[in-house]
């Protein structure tokens, strides 16, 4: 599965988007042979299994030029990157605790041209500042999320200004049931978007 899948999901993207796109494998196959950023046995699924994932973001909320999101836990820059190819009017702040996950996170943001992201190694906690939308693809727990950002949102209980949009699979009623009771929350399964099995029992958990 290439980089054209993007194309097909996403017809709306320009020609230079597209090029983005499918300049991502390249750039990763290059790191990955120096630091293990992605799983090699996911090499080959890579614009199902990362680049796609990530986009069922955008599926659910388009993000809106000027909005400053923040992406916890970004490791090689998934959801981040993707989604800053997308919305190249919108910023990204892309943290992570360690180093050289960051490291190919600025060299991949350099090498596409991406004008609208800043990565930085944190962690999230000390990250100053309030944010629109904050991202994550299974970092941790749904409650642990909540608790690390809760304070990092600049506008709270509201389902139109953003909150936090993460990526989550399997089984998370319970950890649905754990979030404190000040959040709101919706769960749609990307299978509402994409065909492909992968994404069975993928969604995209809103917590406003």
């Known amino acids: 599965m290439d980089y054209t899948i993007v194309k097909k999901y996403f017809p709306e993207i320009t020609d230079n988007q597209l090029i983005q796109f499918q300049s991502l494998l390249p750039l990763y196959e290059d790191w990955n042979s120096k630091i293990n950023v992605i799983s090699r046995k996911d090499m080959d699924s890579f614009y199902e299994h990362h680049v796609l994932h990530s986009l069922a973001i955008a599926k659910y909320f388009p993000l809106l030029p ?4 923040m992406d916890v836990g970004t490791g090689g ?11 190249p009017q919108t ?27 800043t990565a930085v190694q944190e ?10 939308v904050i991202t994550s693809r299974a970092v941790t727990r749904l409650p642990e999320i909540a608790g690390w950002v809760s304070n990092k949102l600049r ?20 950890e649905l049931r754990d979030v404190p009771k000040n959040w709101k929350r919706k769960t749609t399964s990307i299978t509402k978007w994409y065909a492909e099995p992968y994404f069975v029992e993928k969604y995209v958990v809103h917590l406003y």
Do not use: C, H, W
């Open 66 to 69: 000027g909005m400053q999101v």
């Open 77 to 87: 820059g998934f959801p981040g990157i993707p989604l800053a190819i997308m919305f």
């Open 91 to 117: 910023d990204f702040l892309l943290v992570d605790s360690i180093g050289k996950k960051i490291k190919v996170v600025q060299a991949v943001t350099e090498s596409l041209g991406l004008t609208n992201v």
């Open 123 to 132: 962690r999230v906690e000390k990250i100053k500042g309030k944010f629109d």
């Open 155 to 174: 506008i709270y209980n509201d389902i139109e200004a953003g909150g936090i949009l993460y990526l989550k699979g399997g089984d998370i009623e319970q």
